[in-house]
């Protein structure tokens, strides 16, 4: 019974579906400038736009929690961790919680999407 249980709950893992990206535009789209861990799968990014964001953001250090969702590039995006974050890549970062009102803004990622097939906008 015990082995049937443990194949059923591995079925169920593997059957998930691909990452969910967050409906509405992100908090800040740009690249990773600089990468602090602080864990095994936490620590903090630094991300700059290129241009302002929708939210009027051009720099952002943003802290990467066990709650973040990672989601890795496309073309089958699939959850991954704190650990394929690296300095270059292009990401779309959505924060959760209050926003640090300084320069740069300091808040706490919910989602993280890297979008290495993106190019910054001319």
Request: proline residues 10%; contains cysteine.
């Amino acid at each position: 019974m015990f082995r049937k249980s443990v194949w059923l709950i591995a079925i169920a893992l593997a059957c998930k579906g691909p990452a969910k990206i967050p409906v509405g535009p992100p908090s800040i789209e740009g690249r990773i400038t600089a990468v602090q861990k602080s864990g095994e799968r936490i620590g903090r990014i630094n991300v700059d736009a290129v241009s302002a964001s929708a939210a009027g953001l051009a720099k952002a250090a943003v802290r990467v929690t066990e709650g973040t969702t990672v989601i890795g590039p496309p073309p089958r995006p699939k959850t991954t961790d704190f650990n394929a974050l690296h300095e270059g890549l292009w990401v779309r970062v959505w924060f959760v919680g209050p926003v640090g009102e300084s320069y740069p803004v300091q808040a706490h990622a919910g989602t993280i999407v890297i979008d290495s097939t993106a190019t910054p906008p001319q």
